[in-house]
């Protein structure tokens, strides 16, 4: 009986892993027919982008700027190189975002290092927000 249930909940996790990859695959996929697995590439450089322009203007700024720069580089990536190869089918979409994710992931390392970096949320974001209890604030 022990075997039994052991089987049963393997199989229950393996049955839920392949559902969380085929939900992944099928968000990289989009609604575009574009084969897409950069996403996870441009998120990274978007932070990253984020965490500089908040060095120089502030957070709030950069919670406005770093979209729109990793839109635009999004926007020409998919311009000049997507589009050319889209024609081709859905391996060499599929060869030049991979290859894409290399090539942000060992610019960002060149540019911001391989360790993280120290970031201080904006005061209006530390603390919870919500809680079970009201307290008055403390000044």
């Given at each position: 009986m022990e075997f039994f249930i052991i089987s049963m909940l393997n199989g229950l996790s393996y049955?839920?892993?392949?559902?969380?990859?085929?939900?992944?695959?099928?968000?990289?996929?989009?609604?575009?027919?574009?084969?897409?697995?950069?996403?996870?590439?441009?998120?990274?450089?978007?932070?990253?982008?984020?965490?500089?322009?908040?060095?120089?203007?502030?957070?709030?700024?950069?919670?406005?700027?770093?979209p729109l720069v990793v839109g635009a580089m999004g926007a020409l990536f998919e311009?000049?190189?997507?589009?050319?190869?889209?024609?081709?089918?859905?391996?060499?979409?599929l060869l030049i975002t991979f290859g894409l994710s290399y090539i942000l992931l060992e610019l960002v390392q060149l540019v911001w290092?391989?360790?993280?970096?120290?970031?201080?949320p904006p005061e209006a974001l530390k603390g919870p927000l919500f809680t079970l209890v009201n307290h008055a604030r403390m000044v």
């Open positions: 049955g839920l892993l392949l559902f969380l990859l085929s939900s992944g695959l099928t968000l990289i996929f989009s609604m575009m027919g574009v084969l897409n697995f950069a996403h996870a590439s441009f998120y990274m450089v978007g932070a990253y982008v984020g965490y500089t322009v908040s060095g120089i203007v502030g957070f709030w700024p950069a919670l406005l700027i770093a311009k000049y190189a997507l589009r050319k190869v889209h024609q081709f089918g859905h391996v060499p979409e290092g391989r360790s993280a970096v120290p970031f201080d």
